[in-house]
Nanobody, 121 residues
Framework: QVGLVESGGGLVQAGGSLRLSCVAS????????MGWFRQAPGKEREFVAA????????SYADSVKGRFTVFRDNAKNTVTLQMNTLKPEDTAVYYC??????????????WGQGTQVTVSS
């Protein structure tokens, strides 16, 4: 497994932007696809975005497509989620995860502690 620490969450008004970062440690970062998931109160954890090991391919949930961008820097062991045009429904705890490229959380075996994103209307 790889250690993951997220940062960058906070409170923002609707229409604003936030950038979440996830730093990995302990294993070769480039061996892992990375995913971002989120969980809102009372809801199940859901897929947000994923990026392949090289960073060449990324995928997004329909709800964030066109607003969020995921990218990675393997030299710095980081994956970033740039979130623009935020909406109140984006409010959730956001998690980064390392594993196999997939939309499903079961494909990821290392998880960060999560960072809270709150979007006010």
């Amino acid at each position: 497994q790889v250690g993951l620490v997220e940062s960058g969450g906070g409170l923002v008004q609707a229409g604003g932007s936030l950038r979440l970062s996830c730093v990995a440690s302990g294993r070769t970062f480039s061996n892992y696809a990375m995913g971002w998931f989120r969980q809102a109160p009372g809801k199940e954890r859901e897929f947000v975005a994923a990026i392949t090991r090289s960073g060449a391919i990324a995928s997004y949930a329909d709800s964030v497509k066109g607003r969020f961008t995921v990218f990675r820097d393997n030299a710095k062991n980081t994956v970033t989620l740039q979130m623009n045009t935020l909406k109140p429904e984006d409010t959730a705890v956001y998690y980064c995860a390392a594993g196999s490229y997939s939309y499903g959380s079961e494909s990821y075996d290392s998880w960060g502690q999560g960072t809270q994103v709150t979007v006010s209307s």
